[in-house]
């Protein structure tokens, strides 16, 4: 009994020092800067000015870029953006290429925010985005990056338990989260949690923290480093917004993407339908408006404490649960987001960017006909209701719910 006792201790230490540094972090941030924001001098654009190691160095930038929030191009595309695009990056530098490729040729680009949103941090990645002339651009940096705690929590800490060790052997040994494994008795991986942290608290700063979206009253849309948008993306969704007005307006979310092929692209160009938002189906090119965040931000305990590692699963999970009315999804059929992606969370080696760019030429030939439709036309409305899943665990540990819970308020 003593020795739970201990335990709990031990991982309320691990969290209130993991505050404490953030804290400490903000502090030293804030002191050393002036308040203008705008300024050019030690912002995510300055690469001489943001160091990569050593790790504390590497943390006071990162804040520092998050406090600052440097935009790119502001000079020559001055005025509010027309719209937001939100992309969240790893790792995958041949893969954001295609991304930001794909979105040099959409039409009216020049009218867009983009903010890439980083859990990894190197030159390489951010000489990527800050290549970009074709647009405003702002980078947001992750501040709980298992590349900030290569040794404790939100990392992996030496004392954790490993994932498939059994409880009763946990608890005698004395590992640090002995007494809270997930579902299906495995303990935490870091790798895993973080995907689901970073897009919560990519969430809460870009509604809440961004000085670039003060005012902003359309839809933010979010993307991931391996998506590609077909050229007449921005014109869909303007036309997803002017229908929503008369033909949905109890439709919570704008799906721009989905995971069909392009095989009959021409014929479904123009065709919308209305159904319940799930996850397998509509979390590719997802828009929300500030509204839904906070239906979103009411379900700030549920969201981080349900025991699956994945956001759009928990997500689908809360519509219908947290949230009592289900999100309601305006759909578009002939999909404007392609994932090229061909390994990732899951699958590290064997990744082959080339045959995925290969791929989307091949469906942007197919694809050219059909785009830019004069207007849409609804083609079907599914049922709306709660889509009950079987949760895939990864997410048992209590350090992840607190942490997560904390975004709202300590971002």
Same mark, same amino acid.
């Given at each position: 009994?003593?020795?739970?006792?201990l335990r709990?201790k031990?991982l309320?230490?691990?969290l209130v020092l993991?505050?404490?540094?953030?804290?400490?972090?903000?502090?030293?941030?804030?002191s050393?800067?002036?308040t203008?924001?705008?300024?050019?001098s030690?912002g995510?654009g300055?690469?001489g000015?943001?160091?990569?190691?050593?790790?504390?160095?590497?943390?006071?930038?990162?804040?520092s870029?998050n406090y600052?929030?440097?935009?790119?191009?502001?000079?020559?595309?001055?005025g509010d953006p027309q719209?937001v695009?939100?992309?969240?990056?790893h790792n995958?530098p041949?893969?954001?290429?295609?991304l930001i490729?794909?979105?040099?040729n959409?039409a009216?680009?020049h009218s867009?925010l983009?903010v890439?949103?980083?859990d990894?941090?190197?030159?390489?990645?951010?000489?990527?985005?800050q290549?970009?002339t074709?647009?405003k651009v702002?980078?947001?940096?992750?501040?709980?990056?298992?590349?900030?705690y290569p040794g404790?929590?939100?990392g992996k800490?030496?004392g954790?338990c490993?994932?498939d060790?059994?409880?009763?052997?946990?608890?005698?040994?004395?590992c640090l989260?002995?007494?809270?494994p997930?579902?299906?008795g495995h303990?935490r991986?870091?790798?895993?949690?973080?995907t689901k942290?970073h897009?919560?608290?990519?969430?809460h700063?870009v509604?809440?923290r961004?000085?670039?979206m003060q005012?902003?009253s359309?839809?933010a849309?979010?993307l991931?480093?391996d998506?590609y948008?077909?050229?007449?993306?921005?014109h869909l969704?303007k036309?997803?917004v002017?229908?929503r007005?008369?033909?949905?307006?109890?439709?919570?979310?704008l799906a721009l993407?989905?995971?069909?092929?392009?095989n009959?692209?021409?014929?479904?160009a123009d065709k919308?339908l209305?159904?319940?938002?799930m996850?397998?189906?509509?979390?590719?090119?997802?828009?929300? $408006?500030?509204? /839904?965040?906070? %239906?979103?931000m009411?379900? @700030?305990?549920d969201f981080?404490t349900?025991? +699956?590692?994945?956001?759009d699963?928990t997500?689908?999970h809360?519509?219908?649960?947290c949230?009592s009315?289900?999100?309601?999804v305006l759909v578009?059929?002939?999909?404007?987001?392609?994932h090229?992606g061909d390994?990732g969370?899951h699958?590290k080696?064997?990744?082959?960017?080339?045959?995925?760019?290969?791929?989307?030429?091949?469906s942007?030939q197919?694809?050219?006909?059909?785009?830019?439709?004069s207007s849409l036309?609804?083609s079907? $409305?599914?049922p /709306?209701?709660? %889509?009950?899943h079987?949760k @895939?665990?990864?997410?048992g540990d209590v350090? +992840?719910h607190?942490?997560?819970?904390?975004?709202?308020?300590?971002?």
């Open positions: 009994m003593r020795l739970r006792l709990r031990l309320v230490l691990a993991s505050f404490l540094l953030v804290t400490l972090l903000l502090f030293f941030v804030s050393d800067t002036d203008g924001l705008d300024s050019a030690d995510p300055d690469t000015s943001f160091q990569y190691a050593p790790v504390p160095e590497l943390s006071r930038s990162v804040y870029a600052r929030q440097q935009v790119l191009n502001a000079d020559s595309f001055p719209l695009l939100v992309v969240q990056v995958r041949d893969y954001l290429k295609m490729r794909s979105l040099q959409a009216e680009v867009f983009l890439f949103s980083h990894h941090f190197s030159e390489e990645i951010s000489a990527i985005v290549s970009i074709f647009c702002l980078q947001i940096y992750f501040p709980f990056s298992t590349q900030l404790a929590f939100p800490d030496p954790d490993a994932r060790l059994p409880k009763e052997e946990a608890l005698r040994t004395g989260n002995a007494e809270h997930d579902s299906y303990y991986e870091a790798s895993i949690t973080q942290h897009w919560w608290w990519k969430l700063f509604w809440e961004l000085l670039a005012g902003y359309g839809f849309v979010f991931e480093e998506n948008v077909l050229p007449d993306f921005y969704y036309a997803m002017e229908f007005k008369s033909g949905c307006p109890d439709c919570d979310v993407g989905n995971h069909d092929a392009l009959d692209f021409t014929k479904m919308v209305t159904a319940s938002w996850s397998t189906k509509h979390n590719m090119g997802m828009a929300i $408006s500030r509204e /839904v965040y906070y %239906k979103l009411g379900c @700030n305990k981080c349900y025991d +699956d590692y994945n956001w699963w997500l689908q809360l519509s219908g649960s949230i009315k289900p999100l309601k578009a059929q002939g999909s404007r987001v392609l090229t390994c969370l699958q080696e064997a990744c082959r960017p080339e045959w995925a760019a290969r791929r989307v030429e091949e942007l197919k694809a050219r006909e059909g785009l830019f439709p036309v609804l079907g $409305s599914e /709306v209701e709660h %889509k009950a079987m @895939n665990g990864g997410w350090r +992840d607190v942490l997560c819970k904390n975004y709202a308020r300590r971002l």
